[in-house]
T-cell receptor, first 114, second 111 residues
């Protein structure tokens, strides 16, 4: 396993700009999750894919957030019209049903909105 | 509403001073309880998964235990490199598979 990878690792943007993050899961994992984490808090669930299907979205997820997982491989998370409150660490995790659903996390993308 | 609570929020230990971290949960059916270690600016690193009361798992100086309402992460003779935030997450049956995370315990081990 090469592990979960995320790109970019850091992103600084101005308020109102759009940003897109990429996540490459562990190759044999069919489930992929996006989380957001702010300082002093645990990861907060955003959305979840099983293969290419987006099965669940957090009720807290703004309409400015959209995620895709074409062909059930990598995933992208886009934030439109960024706000300062979007500044956070964005984490991606993947899991496999036959491994007890344990999630393995990537290194995260640190977003700063100025 | 199901919740996950970790205590203490922060813990300072001297090297070699053993202690335990707690993760308690209100649950309507436990699917799994997960422990992670997180270093500053990095993603959580998986440590253990526990599924049923009475289960225990060990890795080096860490030992995780599970009861019907809580889990403990025991740290034996910690070293400064054990300094990190330790996160607990719980997934519940009867709902989605998405684990709910606690806020974590920040551990500092002084040499």
């Amino acid at each position: 396993d090469t592990g979960v990878s995320q790109d970019p690792r850091h992103k600084i943007t101005k308020r109102g700009q759009n940003v897109t993050f990429r996540c490459d899961p562990i190759s044999e994992h069919n489930r992929l999750y996006w989380y957001r984490q702010t300082l002093g808090q645990g990861p907060e669930f955003l959305t979840y894919f099983q293969n290419e299907a987006q099965l669940e979205k957090s009720r807290l997820l703004s309409d400015r957030f959209s995620a895709e997982r074409p062909k059930g491989s990598f995933s992208t998370l886009e934030i439109q019209r960024t706000e300062q409150g979007d500044s956070a660490m964005y984490l991606c995790a993947s899991s496999s049903w036959d491994r007890g659903e344990t999630q393995y996390f990537g290194p995260g993308t640190r977003l700063l909105v100025l | 509403e199901d919740q996950v609570t970790q205590s203490p929020e922060a813990l300072r230990l001297q090297e070699g001073e053993s202690s335990s971290l707690n993760c308690s949960y209100t649950v309507s059916g436990l699917r799994g309880l997960f422990w992670y270690r997180q270093d500053p600016g990095k993603g959580p690193e998986f440590l253990f998964t526990l599924y049923s009361a009475g289960e225990e798992k060990e890795k080096e100086r860490l030992k995780a235990t599970l009861t019907k309402k809580e889990s403990f992460l025991h740290i034996t003779a910690p070293k400064p490199e054990d300094s990190a935030t330790y996160l607990c997450a719980v997934s519940f049956s009867g709902g989605s598979y998405i684990p709910t995370f606690g806020r974590g315990t920040s551990l500092i081990v002084h040499p």
